[in-house]
């Protein structure tokens, strides 16, 4: 063996004892009671929960800093399989079947691990939200225990699924109810009366109206409790449900006293011949708020809108394609945050004789006009007034009869646009439509 091949064979055997000697440093584990873990949150706070309903997954990370290798003789939680939390420990599941707890786990020296919550919660027989509590238990080899507390409020709800009503029906509720499936369909013939109630719509669901839809002090909205982010709870992102249809069938509609918000397009009302007697929808002293479509949308239809808010919405706030509408003392203002191509405060299309009146309305938005009147129709009636509203548009000076008694509302103005109002918070999302004392619309709008 020449000094070459010798020389090679020392560098392979300290290679081998520099690699054996850090794998004992790193396989070394400590019994100390002074070598602990570290965690990501001492608290894991869930939002609100319907119960019987899975949450999203939450999750947090342990570490390991104290120098040493740590071994885990159990992960569990202390309730056991009584308030409905799942846990799983870098891949090892709690089964809730086996006393919820899993057993020898190792943590290297400088090592990690993600631990992943989710909840079902149990009913809890109670009207209002209820406070859970649990507490993840780490027993240390060393004899320490280690703990971090899991925290949701549960929420009891009542379930529908694909709920048709084919005769005259009450829905009215303490409890909430959510609304799974393609929602509610009312037949032709039937009334439904919602009132005194909130309704949480699944993804996709909504209402289709084929009979009558009452309602009176009732909430729609999406089922989403959570937060998208920390700052912002997914009741204020678009979308989160279909919204309402009106079929062609559908006339005598009321909406009283009702907050409809989060939809895809809230309001739909299909084609249908003209009544110039009944108005297929009159909504009274509503808001529509945070559309991903339209907020109301009506095709040749007959409606009356009164002391409502229609605001922030991808589509246009309020789209009228031909037909006849008459809106009093109502806020339009568009200020949806997600896209700059959104659409108007105020849409009126001629697709056939239209007839529009608005009085003592505030019409507003971002941009610089958010009042859009087309006529591609020029053989039907085009005939529309408007008299004391504020009006963020080019100012039409040479029409006295159409306008009346009007603000016109410029970029140049000092109070303008979202001045107008007590809070609009594009960060977090968050707004009041109520006139803040300083805005030159005092008496015009919904408030």
């Known amino acids: 063996m020449d000094v070459r091949q010798m020389k090679q064979i020392g560098l392979l055997l300290a290679?081998?004892?520099?690699?054996?000697?850090?794998?004992?440093?790193?396989?070394?584990?400590?019994?100390?009671?002074?070598?602990?873990?570290?965690?990501?949150?001492?608290?894991v706070k869930m939002d609100t929960v319907f119960s019987n309903v899975a949450s999203r997954t939450y999750s947090f990370w342990v570490f390991n800093r104290s120098g040493d290798g740590i071994r885990l003789n159990t992960v569990r939680l202390r309730n056991g399989n009584q308030t409905?939390?799942?846990?799983?420990?870098?891949?090892?599941?709690?089964?809730?079947?086996?006393?919820?707890?899993?057993?020898?786990?190792?943590?290297?020296?400088g090592d990690s691990l993600q631990v992943f919550v989710e909840l079902t919660a149990p009913e809890n027989r109670q009207l209002e939200p209820q406070q859970l509590e649990d507490h993840l238990l780490f027993q240390l080899e060393s004899g320490v225990e280690q703990r971090v507390c899991l925290q949701a409020y549960s929420w009891d709800a009542v379930k529908l699924t694909d709920l048709t009503v084919a005769a005259d029906t009450v829905i009215e509720s303490a409890k909430p109810i959510v609304i799974y499936g393609d929602g509610i369909k009312v037949d032709s013939g039937a009334v439904l009366t919602i009132r005194n109630t909130t309704l949480f719509f699944h993804d996709q669901a909504g209402i289709t109206v084929n009979g009558i839809l009452k309602t009176e002090k009732a909430i729609l909205r999406g089922d989403r409790l959570d937060h998208m982010f920390d700052y912002l709870?997914?009741?204020?992102?678009?979308?989160?449900?279909?919204?309402?249809?009106?079929?062609?069938?559908?006339?005598?509609?009321?909406?009283?006293d009702t907050e409809i918000r989060n939809a895809?397009?809230?309001?739909?009302?299909?084609?249908?011949?003209?009544?110039?007697?009944?108005?297929?929808?009159?909504?009274?002293?509503c808001v529509v708020h945070n559309?991903?479509?339209?907020?109301?949308?009506?095709?040749?239809?007959?409606?009356?809108?009164?002391?409502?808010q229609l605001t922030n919405t991808l589509g246009d706030c309020l789209a009228l394609y031909g037909g006849v509408a008459v809106i009093d003392h109502c806020t339009l203002a568009q200020f949806y945050p997600f896209d700059a191509k959104r659409g108007a405060a105020l849409r009126f299309v001629g697709i056939s004789d239209m007839t529009l009146t608005c009085t003592n309305s505030l019409v507003t938005g971002y941009d610089e006009?958010?009042?859009?009147?087309?006529?591609?129709?020029?053989?039907?009636?085009?005939?529309?007034?408007?008299?004391?509203?504020?009006?963020?548009?080019?100012?039409?000076?040479?029409?006295?009869?159409?306008?009346?008694?009007?603000?016109?509302?410029?970029?140049?103005?000092?109070i303008q646009g979202k001045q107008h109002f007590v809070k609009i918070d594009e960060k977090n999302l968050d707004y009041d439509f109520h006139l803040d004392s300083l805005s030159t619309a005092q008496g015009l709008g919904c408030y």
Request: with cysteine; aromatic share 8%.
């Open 233 to 256: 709870p997914y009741d204020r992102v678009s979308g989160q449900w279909r919204g309402i249809r009106f079929g062609r069938s559908s006339t005598g509609n009321e909406l009283t």
């Open 15 to 43: 290679i081998m004892i520099f690699g054996l000697t850090a794998c004992s440093d790193d396989d070394s584990f400590s019994t100390s009671r002074n070598h602990q873990l570290t965690f990501s949150v001492d608290t």
């Open 264 to 285: 895809t397009t809230a309001v739909q009302i299909d084609s249908a011949a003209i009544n110039t007697t009944i108005q297929r929808l009159t909504m009274q002293h």
């Open 291 to 308: 559309s991903k479509g339209d907020g109301v949308c009506a095709v040749h239809s007959n409606i009356h809108l009164s002391y409502c």
């Open 84 to 109: 409905g939390f799942r846990v799983n420990v870098d891949g090892s599941y709690l089964d809730n079947t086996t006393g919820s707890v899993v057993n020898d786990l190792e943590v290297r020296k």
């Open 369 to 414: 006009d958010v009042v859009m009147g087309e006529r591609p129709d020029t053989t039907s009636v085009f005939d529309y007034q408007f008299s004391d509203c504020l009006l963020r548009t080019p100012a039409v000076e040479d029409d006295t009869v159409s306008f009346k008694h009007i603000i016109w509302e410029t970029p140049k103005d000092s």
